[in-house]
């Protein structure tokens, strides 16, 4: 039998401190290179920090508009999460991804060797031999609904690690609801129908991040240019190391890293929702060639197998269903 090898890649940190020279399955196409045919540049007009303590205001709903029409995604500050809380969550993270790889393993995605889950550490699924590979590796844990945690694929080192995500998901499922109230009240909807569509259950994922330095940023991506499926992500970003862009009008855009600040996203689950007037971005990560990068993307979705249709307040006869 042909060697499957392919089929269970070595931890891109591990494969980091290794080589000098990125293997040539984490090459990417010319046209999809970082620097090659479009230059990132910061942003035209400064991405809006939405406070989200007022956005029952009429100013900072309009901020919140702008920013979703232009971008589909905005920074979020005065969101209720302590700022400790921020920072010991991000180091228990990186103490996670620091210990040997034999701990790490202990939660991998891989089942019997190869088969992946969605939950545990490693890699994305390798579904093709010239699949181009992301650089980087990744936690992800299932955080809602509550009693569908699997804690045992949770982390048990560092100690606190189980109660600062308990803790961190509590409160970034409020700001889901609220941001969700929010956009209903902008479009004139009930300010309770998008809520009332994910049916009380929202599914939720947090997806650690890891991004090792990289010897060829120019070459290689840290995760591809993608947009994100589900309804809404509060992405929780290093604040010492940029690389998150985002494209608008077939141009990349540098989004700033800001201490305690969070990055929120719409997902292409609400853009099918809100009947496309808010869209759902186009971003990716770029590496860096000295320094680790660490997130954490919480990811809100409705429950699988559930229909997805725009509110029917969006419709009439001159606004079809996309
Ligand atoms: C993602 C993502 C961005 C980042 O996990 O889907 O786009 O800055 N992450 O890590
Ligand atoms: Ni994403």
Redesign the pocket.
Known sequence: MASESWKVPTPVKELAALVEEPPSRFVQREEDRPGSLMLAADMPDPLPIVDLDKLSTADEAAKLRSALQTWGLFLATIHGIDASLMEDLMKASREFFNQPLQERQKYSNLREGSRFQLEGYGSDPVIAQDHIHDWSDHLQLKVEPEDERNLDQWPNHPESFRDLLHEYATKTKAIMEKILRAMAKILELDEEDFINQICGRPQAYA?F?YYPPCPRPELVL??KA?S?APLL?V?L?DPEVG??QVQRDNKWFNVPSIPHTL?INLGDSFEVMNNGIFKSPV?R?VTNAEKERI?L?MTYTVERDSVLEPAAGLLDEKRPAR
Do not use: P
């Open positions: 997806r991040n840290s995760i993608h994100d992500t992405l970003v690389g998150l990055v971003h990560v997130s993307a």
